[in-house]
């Protein structure tokens, strides 16, 4: 990524329960202390970076604000150091979606993601795991995420939209300047949307003249509640929109959760207790693997932005909301 400019360093973060900072090393190496030490001190927190920022700290106010769609907006997902003007425009359809438009733009997509949809993209997913897994075998130790985790939702989702998984570093790379170097650099973040956007256009003006069987022909096909064919700017900003960075996150965890080794690199990963008792073992491995979201030990690995309509002006950042648990299993 040698053609990426490097972002402006924030200052290091010396009191986080007034001047919390969710980029800092601190925060990315070991999060657990920190939203320990916010959870203790207040529900909310508040921050003047990226603009004057605020965090709920607690299960209840995450749910209160996720569920106040009056006083609070989807339509920025990503606290950075600057605040663009919202418009009308709906950039990445349902993600960025308040009521009424959030529920018909999240039904349009449930079909290509119902069970019997996803049982039949199951022995390519199967096939792209042992694909990876061919290629670090023999080394004995890996990072997972790096490796092994990162590659599987791009790889699906380019195979569930019909585009060559060979391209699968592209949106890695996209991901990267959009959610993490483009936090703090404007002109990174525009470039992967620029970027991102023309290869877009691309598959979807071929599929005009000639249809297909994937991800992006189905949304071209699909119609609005008013029984109107989507626009261009809907499909575009929805196609990408499955493919998340905290999917790989959640994916390296699940691993992790399963580590036998002392010294994993997740202070919550409940290894040694879940395979110190087989049967244990067995059930840990079956929540985790079939997405029960009671045992997934990495919920705080995506940090999600609210703007706040009305009153003093601010960003939302998420944080992991789940109390630890060293026993995942027996929730």
């Not at 924030?10 to 070991?30: C, K, L, N, Y």
């Not at 950075?80 to 950039?91: A, H, K, Q, Y």
């Not at 691993?255 to 036998?260: D, E, I, K, S, V």
Request: hydrophobic share 35%; aromatic share 6%; charged share 30%.
């Amino acid at each position: 990524m040698s053609d990426i400019s490097q972002p402006t360093a924030h200052p290091p973060v010396t009191d986080w329960v007034h001047d919390f900072d969710h980029t800092d090393s601190q925060w990315t190496e070991d999060p657990f202390p920190i939203w320990d030490e916010l959870r203790a001190a207040s529900p909310v927190v508040h921050t003047e970076r990226f603009l004057g920022c605020y965090m709920p700290t607690t299960y209840e106010a995450v749910r209160e604000i996720a569920n106040n769609s009056e006083h609070f907006s989807s339509r920025r997902i990503i606290v950075r150091d600057v605040r663009p003007e919202i418009t009308s425009r709906n950039s990445a359809p349902p993600i960025t979606s308040d009521p009424p438009v959030h529920k018909p733009a999240k039904q349009l997509l449930l079909p290509p993601f119902t069970p019997d949809a996803m049982k039949k993209l199951e022995p390519r997913v199967r096939a792209i795991c042992n694909e990876l897994i061919d290629g670090f075998i023999t080394e004995g130790r890996l990072d997972a995420a790096e490796r092994y985790t990162k590659h599987i939702p791009v790889r699906a989702i380019a195979h569930m939209l019909g585009i060559p998984e060979t391209d699968s570093d592209l949106f890695i790379r996209w991901i990267h300047m959009i959610l993490e170097l483009g936090i703090k650099d404007e002109n990174t973040l525009l470039q992967a949307v620029h970027e991102m956007s023309a290869y877009f256009s691309t598959h979807i003006e071929a599929r005009k003249n000639k249809p297909t069987d994937d991800l992006i022909s189905y949304l071209m096909n699909a119609r609005d509640k008013d029984g109107n064919p989507l626009e261009d700017s809907h499909v575009l900003g929805s196609a990408p929109a499955p493919d998340r960075r905290h999917r790989h996150h959640l994916e390296r965890d699940r691993l992790l959760a399963l580590a036998p080794c002392p010294d994993a690199r997740r202070p919550r990963a409940p290894g040694r207790r879940a395979w110190a008792d087989p049967d244990r073992g067995r059930r840990t491995a079956a929540r985790l693997f079939a997405g029960d979201d009671g045992a997934r030990s990495g919920q705080g690995d995506h940090d999600l932005g609210l703007s706040r309509e009305g009153g003093q002006h601010g960003s939302v950042v998420f944080p992991g909301c789940e109390p630890r648990s060293e026993d995942v299993s027996g929730r």
